[in-house]
């Protein structure tokens, strides 16, 4: 089982290096063969862990691969730990990521980058792998930087496109401020406990002090914050849709962006010893979720749509796990990712079939021109906002059942208005792109078609977990499948129960109520009466400019962080560089040449003076040793 | 004045006009001419101080043995330079050497 788990990630790293390096020369426009190979593999690979896990969930698998640093009293090892909820995350990673490549194979078709892209992804899967199955937050951070370098990479793939490459430059600098949040709670931790390994550090959890175990927790949360796009280090992901759209799917939506929920959720011996940072986790997550779904309402752009969807999305699960419902979070996590990545994949179908195209207002009526997309993403909105029995309903309910246990009515209230805005902004989607007239133009609408084969299969291969993962994994709500396979990792979980069962119901029957009521909204206002919404727009104003804006967060960057910066460094070199330092070194070197142009007389060339000069300073030598 | 005193006003008077020669002179040959009286000036020293100072006399003639041997291999280079720097230019005048002039 050991030389399984270590396979696993070692696989798509030679299909990195492979492709990269010889993948244009060997493979030519079959670049995507060893890579998608690999892949496959190691999800098969990752499976099997899982089954492993899934006969004896409360046997976490320790492999110890080698020493990886060693200095002084400290070492890491690389090696990695596998419980139930690496098993969970090892699935989600690795079979959509497998359906990603063999999606890819399909979109990127014919890209001069071809080889790159299937390097990339390759690396990506490495880093992923190594992430979630590290047993220490260095190996942890590592990986979660090679994720991010991977990140970057992607969203930047097209890099002769200026807005891409500063896409990608952006989702790399406020990663950064996250990580440096991550890296001082490591720190903290290692001067706390004296080790990073999972099991050191989360057996210490108690005898922390409580003072300093909420810095660390709220500084890895910093990092979470960055890596799982949350308020107000968000800015990030919407840009980021400028990557090619596997890249949205599988990076943007389900893994690398899981990575932070998956991380607070790891380091969860912490975080429930720390009551005030799981607070400060729910806020965040709470208002995340309702602010992005706000701005989702009013994007054009098919993808911002879902990105900001993800956005919602995260917060959710940090909602979850801030509130204690740490098993509903994971499975929001777990089945979020499959419709998530199935909706995002979707739009790059539609997009292709569109040549391009990405404004909603441009599509329509594609229902009966790509079917096999319109049922598909139909599932995947379905399961997002959360309609019995899809998987969103079932992993919804128990988030929004766990506020309300806990007695978090604000939260409970703002996650059934997010649900039903995540309602609307998910069919007002589905709406104007499969619904009503075309609104493209000739040429566009000639050129329609479904994308082949190889890219709808795997449309179809998420769409099943999309419909019935949550059913399976999670009924009966509160005991299903899901929860008792995470209990040996969420151990200390006390449960609130219902006082009566008709409670859970009624609150699953009203989140319903609301989750149709906005698919309705949605109807009237862009299918019966589509000349209503531009009425409303220009009669509520600031509102709505504002969610057009994206709330000037983007703005308020610009002024606050970046002109600053820019100032500063702007008096910096001005002030302390050209003047202090320039004006050192230059003063020093004049200073020579002054003092050398002094003394340049001295040197006639005329041998009698030095010879004179030699004389002088002996007889001066002599008088000096003799009398004094 | 004992017999080492007069040896040594003797090596005194030789070394000062062998000086006075190195900073007068213009012409080279002449200079190295006057390199050899300080140099032998020198050797007088060395020699009487030997003789009647010292417990044996061979250190103070070790010494100038090996001043003499030195000061022929230098006179030797001295005057080559001397004749290559003669050819050059058609003079030896010691004024004429200042191309390292600051």
């Not at chain 1, 994971?330 to 990405?358: P, T």
């Not at chain 1, 009515?409 to 709406?431: D, E, Q």
């Not at chain 1, 002109?563 to 003063?587: C, H, K, P």
Request: charged letters at 10%; hydrophobic letters at 55%; a neutral charge.
């Amino acid at each position: 089982m050991s030389t399984i788990i270590a396979l696993i990630p070692v696989l798509p790293l030679v299909g990195f290096v492979v492709t990269l390096l010889l993948g244009k020369r060997l493979f030519g426009r079959q670049a995507h063969l060893l890579a998608t190979a690999l892949v496959t593999a190691s999800c098969v690979l990752a499976l099997i862990v899982f089954a492993q896990l899934f006969q004896h969930p409360e046997e976490p698998l320790e492999v110890s691969l080698f020493t990886w640093v060693t200095a002084g009293q400290f070492t890491v090892q690389w090696g990695y730990y596998v419980d139930s909820l690496t098993a969970v995350m090892l699935v989600v990673v690795g079979v959509i990521g497998m359906l990603v490549h063999y999606y890819s194979i399909g979109y990127m078709h014919g890209d001069e980058g071809y080889y790159r892209f299937f390097a990339y992804l390759n690396l990506f899967m490495f880093a992923m792998f190594v992430l979630i199955l590290a047993d220490n937050f260095l190996l942890l951070f590592l990986a979660w930087e090679g994720v991010g370098l991977c990140s970057y990479l992607l969203i930047a793939f097209w890099f002769r496109k200026k807005s891409a490459s500063q896409a990608g430059k952006k989702a790399f600098l406020v990663n950064r401020v996250g990580d440096f949040g991550f890296t001082l709670g490591m720190f903290l931790i290692f001067v706390t406990t004296g080790t990073l390994q999972f099991t050191g550090v989360f057996g210490e959890a108690e005898t922390i002090g409580s003072g300093t175990l909420a810095w660390i927790c709220l500084l890895l949360f910093t990092g979470a914050v960055g890596k799982s796009a949350q308020f107000p280090l968000h800015v990030w992901l919407p840009d980021a849709m400028e990557g090619p759209t596997p890249v949205s799917a599988l990076i943007h939506a389900a893994t690398m962006v899981n990575a932070g929920v998956y991380m607070v959720a790891r380091a969860y011996p912490l975080f429930i010893h720390s009551e005030a940072s799981m607070l400060v986790v729910m806020i965040v997550g709470t208002f995340t979720a309702i602010y992005a779904a706000y701005i989702a309402i009013t994007q054009n752009d098919i993808k911002k749509v879902i990105a900001y969807s993800t956005v919602s999305s995260l917060g959710f699960m940090f909602l979850a796990l801030g509130a204690g419902a740490w098993v509903a979070g994971v499975f929001y996590l777990f089945v979020h990712g499959f419709f998530k990545g199935l909706l995002f994949l979707c739009s790059g179908s539609v997009i292709h079939a569109m040549g391009g195209e990405q404004d909603m207002r441009k599509m329509g009526g594609l229902r009966t021109r790509i079917p096999v997309t319109f049922w598909t993403m139909l599932i995947g909105a379905v399961a997002l906002i959360g309609v019995f029995p899809l998987s969103g309903f079932w992993a919804k309910d128990e988030i929004l059942g766990g506020a309300f246990l806990e007695g978090y009515y604000v939260v409970w209230v703002v996650g059934i208005i997010t649900a039903f805005l995540t309602a609307v902004f998910a069919f007002r989607l589905m709406f104007l792109t499969f619904w009503g007239e075309n609104r493209a133009s000739e040429e566009v609408q000639a050129h329609v078609h479904e994308s082949p084969l190889v890219m709808t299969l795997p449309l179809v291969a998420l769409a099943i977990p999309s419909a019935l993962l949550g059913a399976l994994a999670g009924w009966p709500p509160e005991a299903g499948w899901i929860h008792t396979f995470l209990e040996p990792v969420f151990f200390d979980v006390h449960h609130e129960e219902f006082v009566w069962l008709g409670e859970g119901g009624a609150l699953m029957v009203l989140s319903s109520v609301v989750v149709l009521l906005g698919v309705y909204l949605a109807y009237v206002l862009y299918l019966k009466r589509p000349e209503l919404p531009a009425r409303i727009a220009e009669r509520s104003g600031p509102a709505y400019t504002a969610s057009l804006n994206k709330l000037y967060m983007d703005q308020v960057y610009e002024v606050v962080p970046i002109r600053s910066t820019i100032y500063f460094a702007q008096a910096l070199w001005r002030g302390f560089d050209e003047a202090v330092i320039d004006g050192a070194v230059n003063g020093l070197a004049r200073l020579w040449a002054w003092a050398g142009a002094g003394l340049r007389p001295l040197q006639t060339g005329r041998l009698q003076n030095y010879a004179l000069g030699i004389f002088v300073g002996m007889v001066v030598l002599v008088v000096v040793v003799r009398w004094f | 004045m004992t017999a080492l005193e007069w040896w040594l006003a003797l090596s005194i008077m030789l070394f000062c006009i062998g000086a006075f020669g190195v900073l007068a002179r213009r012409n080279v040959i002449l200079i190295v001419m006057s390199l050899e009286l300080m140099l032998n000036a020198v050797n007088i020293a060395l020699v009487a101080i030997a003789n009647f100072r010292a417990g044996s006399p061979a250190a103070g003639l070790m010494f100038s043995l090996f001043i003499i041997t030195i000061a022929a291999a230098e006179v030797a280079i001295g005057l080559a330079i001397v004749v290559a720097n003669y050819r050059s230019r058609r003079t030896v005048q010691a004024d004429s050497f200042s191309e390292m002039k600051g």
